[in-house]
């Protein structure tokens, strides 16, 4: 009898793991989820340059809880919120490329939303050759 | 004030008959974009519409003062070493090059340029007699060198094609810096032409004294000092915002019977808006 208790704890146990598991990975929660950027560009008059931009992400999600705002390329957290179903980071933005912000859980780090901040230039330039005579 | 279209197109000739050209396009479009010395030069078609405010010599107007709005009009095609220079910002109109030779620092160009057209009687009724000054093609070479934070030019041109039989040359440094954004320039150089490119453009010959209301005057050759600042915002990818102050010394102009009013030099700004293609 005392065994049938523990089997059916341990039963219990792993199906509400298992609920849990299904909750944090569901579509419908990474759905229930919405990051987005202001502004969604970035231009710098030529490539390779850093392009400044003062930016704001804001995110929602329908059921409260811990989440945080990472920075997708090297994996750096901008800030997190305790039990909140919204919020909002302003930034200056400092790149010379394309950078993807994430909204994860906070325990997870499971990916809920993602949004990007796209760097466009007005001139391309390319490499000049050097050290060489040219000889058309 | 005077009205601001003719006096502007006028002094801007009076500006580029004054001064050899010194705001090459090459340095000066390197420094506007920030360009560091690996990179290799831009293909590029721009049409804007600006405005620009002033004081300088004038061959049409009574008074120093101008204002006005333009049309900017640039572009540069290069293709395995050749380029072609079509280029709003220098008084060269339009120059050919091919880029012979780089190494880390320098890099070396051989150009063909055209001056542009000086005085004819289409300037103003007062050269209704004057013999047409006609455009000189200048070939020489151009020398490029990117030392550390800045860009050093040299060129020294000759026309070929027996119009004026001038020289010329020139010698520019300068610098840029990003804020943000915003991307800064300084330009400083001296150019020369020689007593032959002067007088061609700007003296006045015995016999045309006789035909027309100007005095014989002989030019003799030319040096001036040249500055300019300016930054550029880039609005979009195709939308540039320009702005510039540029100044320089019009020697040779003062007691020039050709003009109608002289000055020292020019000083003048300007701000545009291009779309680039």
């Known amino acids: 009898m005392k065994l049938l208790k523990y089997f059916t704890a341990l039963l219990m146990l792993i199906i509400t793991s298992l609920s849990h598991a299904q909750q944090q990975t569901s579509p419908q929660m990474k759905g229930l989820a919405k990051l987005s950027i202001s502004p969604k560009g970035c231009v710098a008059l030529r490539k390779g340059q850093i392009c400044y931009q003062q930016t704001s992400l804001t995110w929602e999600h329908a059921i409260p809880g811990d989440y945080c705002i990472i920075q997708w390329s090297n994996k750096s957290v901008l800030k997190c919120w305790q039990n909140q179903t919204g919020g909002q980071f302003s930034f200056d933005f400092q790149s010379t490329q394309d950078e993807e912000y994430v909204l994860a859980q906070r325990d997870s780090q499971e990916v809920l939303s993602r949004t990007r901040m796209v760097v466009s230039w007005v001139f391309k330039s390319s490499k000049r050759p050097k050290s060489s005579w040219r000889l058309f | ?277």
């Open chain 2, 1 to 277: 004030m005077s009205s601001p279209n003719k006096v502007l197109a006028s002094l801007l000739l009076a500006s580029c008959l004054a001064t050899t050209p010194v705001f090459g396009a090459d340095i000066a479009r390197e420094l506007r974009v920030n360009a560091d010395e690996n990179a290799a030069p831009d293909n590029f078609l721009e049409f804007g519409l600006g405005a620009v405010a002033g004081t300088g010599p004038s061959l049409t107007e009574d008074e120093p003062e101008f204002a006005g709005f333009t049309f900017v009009v640039a572009a540069s095609y290069n293709y395995r070493g050749f380029f072609v220079d079509v280029a709003g910002e220098t008084s060269e109109p339009l120059l050919f090059g091919y880029n012979a030779y780089n190494t880390d620092n320098w890099s070396f160009d051989v150009v063909l340029a055209n001056t542009g057209d000086g005085i004819s009687d289409d300037t103003d009724d007062r050269f209704k007699d004057i013999d047409e000054r006609e455009a000189s093609t200048m070939f020489g070479g151009r020398a490029t060198g990117y030392l550390g934070e800045n860009i050093v030019q040299f060129s020294l041109k000759h026309d070929v094609s027996g119009k004026s039989k001038g020289i010329t040359a020139s010698a520019l440094i300068g610098r840029n810096w990003q804020y943000r954004n915003w991307n800064f320039h300084g330009l400083l150089g001296l150019s020369y032409a020689n007593d032959k490119f002067s007088n061609y453009y700007l003296g006045v010959s015995e016999e045309e004294s006789l035909r027309t209301d100007f005095e014989a005057y002989e030019a003799s050759a030319m040096l001036n000092a040249n500055a300019s600042i300016g930054v550029t915002y880039p609005i979009s990818e195709d939308w540039i915002f320009r702005a510039t102050a540029v100044a320089h010394t019009t020697n040779g102009t003062k007691d020039n019977p050709l003009f109608k009013t002289t000055r020292d030099g020019v000083i003048a700004v300007g701000a545009s808006i291009s779309y680039v293609f």
